[in-house]
């Protein structure tokens, strides 16, 4: 059985489309949020954080935890407190290209793992206040890192995007199937070592 670390409604929708029999279950955790960290290591290490929580109850399954930030100048945008903050990302970010990066985190039956990030580079509209304002009208933010949603009224907001558009949406689930068969055909264990290498984009 898979299990998804996340209550993440995009991530269950992704997976669904991809036809994944999944059940979803998590366990609260304290993320990490060092901005002196590489996007790769600060995403990695909160992906682990939530597979590995719900790992620890159900060590016969495989286990997957996601996390997903945008970072623009070094800096990591996660799920704005309130609109006045969602404002303030979407500025920071209209008319720029910004990168977006989402780790995950595979707990094999019997404690083998199997880890990769992905990244994708996202280049917005420029946008006035009153475009904004548009936006936020329109779509929920205050669940979404960077203080938007790639599968929602993008074309408001989105010039272009360079990768994976899933990873944009919180979960590369076609790397994650490949990863996932991997294992199935090493018997569970990665074939080099406990890494799978980062998409670079």
């Not at 977006?100 to 509209?125: L, N």
């Not at 989105?158 to 199935?184: A, F, H, M, S, Y």
């Amino acid at each position: 059985m898979i299990i998804l670390a996340s209550q993440s409604p995009r991530r269950r929708d992704l997976l669904e489309r991809e036809g994944v029999d999944f059940r979803v279950e998590t366990r609260p955790v304290d993320e990490v949020s060092d901005a002196a960290l590489r996007p790769e290591e600060l995403c990695a290490l909160n992906a682990a954080a939530k597979a590995g929580a719900v790992a620890a109850d159900f060590p016969n399954d495989i286990v997957v935890g996601a996390d997903t930030l945008v970072f623009i100048d070094g800096r990591p945008l996660g799920k704005p407190a309130d609109t006045a903050e969602a404002r303030r990302m979407l500025r920071t970010l209209a008319g720029r290209t910004h990168c977006v990066c989402t780790a995950v985190a595979v707990f094999m039956p019997g404690g083998e793992r199997r880890d990769f990030s992905v990244k994708s580079r996202v280049t917005f509209r420029p946008m006035s206040d009153a475009d904004i304002g548009r936006y936020l009208a329109e779509v929920h933010v205050l669940d979404k890192a960077g203080a938007y949603a790639m599968q929602e009224k993008s074309e408001l907001i989105v010039e272009r995007v360079e990768g994976d558009v899933d990873n944009v949406i919180g979960l590369p689930v076609k790397t994650l199937l490949q990863v996932l068969r991997q294992g199935e055909r090493h018997g569970g264990k990665p074939p080099d070592g406990n890494n799978t290498p980062p998409e670079a984009v």
